[in-house]
């Protein structure tokens, strides 16, 4: 029987190996992810995600730090920012994206 996800669960991490053996049992000997799911005892939607990141990457897990969003503003930006707010305390959050922009040309988003 294949497993249900169970919200009152703690997510669990799965092994590289672990993966590679759902990559394995699906791409190789042909099992359907109901089947590898029962086989290997872990949830359908492990299967279905770690099937979805080896055709996307190539890999069965996400390369660390590659994740989230993109950083809006670099160094200069941040050097800049502390010294407005330092020289200027009291300023609004409006006014410190106008000199944002008008100094570095980072907009408002």
């Not at 669990?12 to 672990?18: G, M, V, W």
Request: with cysteine; hydrophobic share 40%; aromatic share 6%.
């Amino acid at each position: 029987m294949v497993r249900l996800w169970n919200p009152n669960v703690v997510r669990k991490r799965y092994s590289r190996d672990l993966r590679h053996r759902v990559i394995h049992q699906h791409c190789v000997l042909g099992h359907t992810t109901t089947q590898v799911a029962t086989h290997l005892d872990i949830p359908l939607r492990v299967v279905q995600r770690t099937l979805q990141h080896w055709r996307e990457i190539g890999d069965v897990v996400k390369a660390p730090g590659v994740t989230g969003r993109k950083a809006i503003l670099g160094d200069n930006e941040i050097e800049f920012l502390f010294a407005l707010l330092e020289r200027s305390p009291d300023l609004f959050l409006d006014e410190i994206a106008e000199e944002l922009d008008a100094m570095h040309g980072v907009t408002k988003v």
